[in-house]
Nanobody, 121 residues
């Protein structure tokens, strides 16, 4: 069974950067489609970015130009580089696996436990 573990969250000042990692196991990683989602307190979970097995990427409009998703199949990992962070980026960030990229989180069958990102001065 596919298992996902996120890491890299933490406290960062506005304007700062963080790189989140999603480490996978239990599946042939190069075939896995990974999406990043986030959920802030009191808000619905929202899609952040997605990367296909071929490396094609897609982003939510509010993250374009600030966030970059990438993958390293040799390390069974997908990364989310987050720059120019804002307080409104504060949330728990999750990676999830699906048959294809989608903003609909119900199509993602496997989820990590999440990593907290807090943007505050």
């Amino acid at each position: 069974q596919l298992q996902l573990v996120e890491s890299g969250g933490g406290l960062v000042q506005p304007g700062g950067s963080l790189r989140l990692s999603c480490l996978g196991s239990g599946f042939t990683w190069k075939f896995v489609v990974i999406g990043w989602f986030r959920q802030a307190p009191g808000k619905e979970r929202e899609g952040v970015a997605c990367i296909s097995a071929s490396g094609s990427t897609s982003y939510a409009d509010s993250m374009k130009g600030r966030f970059t998703i990438s993958r390293d199949n040799a390390k069974n990992s997908v990364y989310l580089q987050m720059n120019s962070l804002k307080p409104e980026d504060t949330a728990v960030y999750y990676c999830a696996a699906a048959p294809g990229c989608s903003r609909d989180d119900t199509v993602y069958a496997y989820w990590g436990q999440g990593t907290q990102v807090t943007v505050s001065s």
